[in-house]
């Protein structure tokens, strides 16, 4: 059965830093290019960022360029998003995701095979 589950959310005072996990399970994840996307209350999801099969990282959302950081674990099956230095607007439910593609768009792609369920940040003093 193919699943992701994102962990790690939560509340973090502006300024914090959060790690989001999302834990691979039912195919090979070498594979797959890694999307971690984020909707925010009363917006649209948007694709934040995508690490490749080969750890190259494409930013899709400048303010998150220099404090959001992706990584992959292939052989853990698991990825993981480093967020420091949070502010308020980074408050939203962050997913994780996963395409068939050994590299990532240039542009937001919206052809990702698997989603996972997501994980609440909330970033408020």
């Known amino acids: 059965q193919v699943q992701l589950v994102e962990s790690g959310g939560g509340l973090v005072q502006p300024g914090g830093s959060l790690k989001l996990s999302c834990a691979a399970s039912?195919?090979?994840?070498?594979?797959?290019?890694i999307g971690w996307f984020r909707q925010a209350p009363g917006k649209e999801r948007e694709g934040v960022l995508c690490?490749?099969?080969?750890?190259?990282?494409?930013y899709y959302v400048d303010s998150v360029k220099g404090r959001f950081t992706a990584s992959r674990d292939n052989a853990k099956k698991m990825a993981y998003l480093q967020m420091n230095s949070l502010q308020p607007e980074d408050t939203a439910v962050y997913y994780c995701?996963?395409?068939?593609?050994?590299?990532?768009?240039?542009?937001?792609?919206?052809?990702?095979?698997?989603w996972g369920q997501g994980t609440q940040v909330t970033v408020s003093s």
């Open positions: 690490i490749s099969s080969s750890d190259d990282s494409t």
């Open positions: 995701a996963v395409q068939y593609a050994l590299y990532c768009s240039d542009h937001v792609s919206w052809g990702y095979n698997y």
């Open positions: 039912g195919f090979t994840l070498d594979y797959y290019a």
